[in-house]
């Protein structure tokens, strides 16, 4: 008998192939448009004008053909030309600039009072006053938000960090195969702090009067405190309304009937997620949920939130909530007290890595941050289709280019065994959830947001991260990383 230990199993992860793939031969929809009315054009040109009269517009054809083939940044001309004319009509309108007084506001109780598509959005509180949710009357959901915690990650021994990850691997897959839930999203953002809570610690438990201690520490702490920045991580769950109409109904019908269903999804939500290992603080009240939004566009309000609070903990007026000023530009939003540039995660580590490769991400210091992870549960039956589709796509590319005598694509080989191995898992009863990735990086101004911007960019090449700065969207994109409200990404 060998008196050797068994070795312990690290767990691992690994996201599958990105597929590039367009609709029909590479192009996507944009770009097949364009190719079409391209087409449309130069025959009606020739029917028209004759072949010499199409051979006079051609710098239009060139510009067009510009538009289908030319990228940059990954996208094709064609694809940016819907981003960057919706950015030129807001610029148009005058609506890259918001500006509210407090005081003009109209007074709607438990409105937000947020820019762009948000603005919509209202703070209620459940009919038993436990907890408040978002209301989205356009999207047809009620979102709450939970405060977590847990033990540092990295700390663990592996066999707790793999069931860790197994069980927030079950968390999502029970909250998914329900049909009630729109949307998950975890938020984990750092904030600025005064350092008046550590001074305070060390005046009631340290030693301030030791003659030569007491002065060092002193001094640490006037330079280290307004350098902290507290770690909050929240977990938003978007009840779908419509798909809980029935039960809605029968539970009374309205916001009170949403409500109930709401808090059985979330009592299932808490029995399944200290499996994970996570820490429920509670859930947030209204004023809280505004608190959070409060402190987003304008992160200088946390500590006075939190000294004029009752509970200890940040809280504001729901009409308190949305931002004074907001400034959009094509790679930045300035607000209140910050600026922010927002990126989207293009691309996840392609081969096996540890579960905690975003540390580098969440532990990069002297930068304020904030992550955001969206979860979008996908129905059996369309995730089955999009798989045939995708495997269809696959066989006549390969197909396509035997015929022609082309050498084999390897990334077509290993997108087909990812979509392979997606339909085996989706057989054996585990659900599908769309994951995307936001990363919204603060500072006080441009210059020490560029340094911040390049110190994340650097941290995500080691975390095996694509980044891709989300140009002329900073807006809707600031909304839907930075705002604990499960928004659409």
């Known amino acids: 008998m060998s008196n050797i230990p068994p070795a312990e199993t690290t767990a691992t992860v690994k996201f599958p192939h990105r597929s590039r793939r367009g609709v029909l031969l590479g192009l996507t929809a944009a770009q097949l448009t364009v190719a079409a009315l391209t087409g449309l054009s130069l025959l009606t040109a020739i029917m028209t004008r004759g072949v010499l009269g199409a051979f006079e517009l051609l710098p239009l054809w060139a510009a067009l053909a510009l538009a289908v083939f030319v990228r940059r940044q990954g996208r094709s001309l064609a694809d940016w030309a819907p981003v960057a004319g919706r950015y030129a009509l807001r610029r148009l309108r005058g609506q890259l600039l918001w500006l509210a007084c407090p005081s003009w506001r109209p007074v709607r109780e438990g409105l937000l009072h947020l820019p762009g598509t948000a603005a919509s959005l209202r703070a209620v509180t459940a009919p038993d006053g436990r907890y408040g949710a978002v209301h989205d009357p356009h999207a047809g959901t009620l979102t709450a938000v939970v405060r977590v915690s847990?033990?540092?990650?990295?700390?663990?021994?592996?066999?707790?960090?793999?069931?860790?990850?197994?069980?927030?691997?079950?968390?999502?897959?029970?909250?998914?195969?329900?049909?009630?839930?729109?949307?998950?999203?975890?938020?984990?953002?750092?904030?600025?702090?005064?350092?008046?809570?550590?001074?305070?610690?060390?005046?009631?438990?340290?030693?301030?009067?030791?003659?030569?201690?007491?002065?060092?520490?002193?001094?640490?702490?006037r330079s280290a405190g307004p350098a902290a920045a507290p770690h909050e991580a929240y977990v938003a769950i978007s009840l779908?309304?419509?798909?809980?109409?029935?039960?809605?109904?029968?539970?009374g019908g309205g916001l009170t009937g949403a409500f109930s269903v709401l808090g059985q999804v979330s009592a299932s939500f808490e029995q399944?997620?200290?499996?994970?290992?996570?820490?429920?603080?509670?859930?947030?009240?209204?004023?809280?949920?505004a608190a959070v939004v409060r402190t987003a566009y304008d992160p200088a309000a946390s500590t006075a939130l939190a000294l004029w609070s009752s509970s200890g903990r940040p809280e504001a007026d729901p009409t308190a909530a949305g931002p004074v000023v907001v400034i959009e530009k094509p790679d930045h939003l300035a607000t209140d007290s910050a600026v922010h540039a927002t990126y989207w995660v293009e691309n996840w580590p392609r081969t096996d890595t540890n579960p905690g490769f975003l540390h580098r991400i969440l532990f990069t210091s002297g930068v304020r941050?904030?992550?955001?992870?969206?979860?979008?549960?996908?129905?059996?039956?369309?995730?089955?289709?999009?798989?045939?589709?995708?495997?269809?796509?696959?066989?006549?590319?390969?197909?396509?280019?035997?015929?022609?005598?082309?050498?084999?694509?390897?990334?077509?080989?290993?997108?087909?065994?990812?979509?392979?191995?997606?339909?085996?898992?989706l057989i054996a009863g585990h659900a599908d959830v769309a994951l995307t990735?936001?990363?919204?990086?603060?500072?006080?101004?441009?210059?020490e947001l560029r340094s911040a911007c390049a110190t994340v960019e650097a941290a995500a090449v080691a975390a095996q991260l694509d980044l891709r700065l989300l140009t002329w969207q900073q807006a809707e994109a600031f909304t839907a990383a930075a705002l604990p409200l499960a928004r659409p990404a």
Do not use: C, F
């Open 150 to 221: 847990s033990r540092a990650y990295a700390l663990l021994d592996p066999d707790t960090q793999a069931a860790h990850v197994s069980g927030w691997g079950r968390t999502l897959a029970a909250l998914a195969r329900t049909g009630q839930v729109a949307r998950v999203q975890v938020i984990e953002r750092t904030v600025p702090d005064s350092g008046d809570a550590l001074r305070r610690y060390w005046e009631e438990h340290g030693a301030p009067e030791a003659p030569l201690a007491g002065r060092i520490y002193k001094e640490l702490i």
């Open 240 to 251: 779908d309304l419509r798909a809980v109409r029935r039960l809605t109904n029968q539970a």
């Open 272 to 289: 399944t997620a200290r499996a994970s290992g996570l820490n429920l603080s509670g859930w947030l009240s209204a004023t809280e949920i």
């Open 369 to 425: 941050r904030t992550l955001s992870l969206s979860y979008e549960p996908k129905n059996l039956e369309a995730a089955m289709r999009d798989i045939q589709r995708r495997k269809a796509s696959v066989v006549a590319d390969a197909s396509e280019r035997g015929r022609r005598g082309q050498v084999d694509s390897e990334a077509d080989s290993i997108e087909y065994q990812d979509i392979r191995r997606r339909e085996r898992q």
């Open 437 to 447: 990735g936001l990363l919204t990086v603060s500072a006080d101004s441009e210059e």
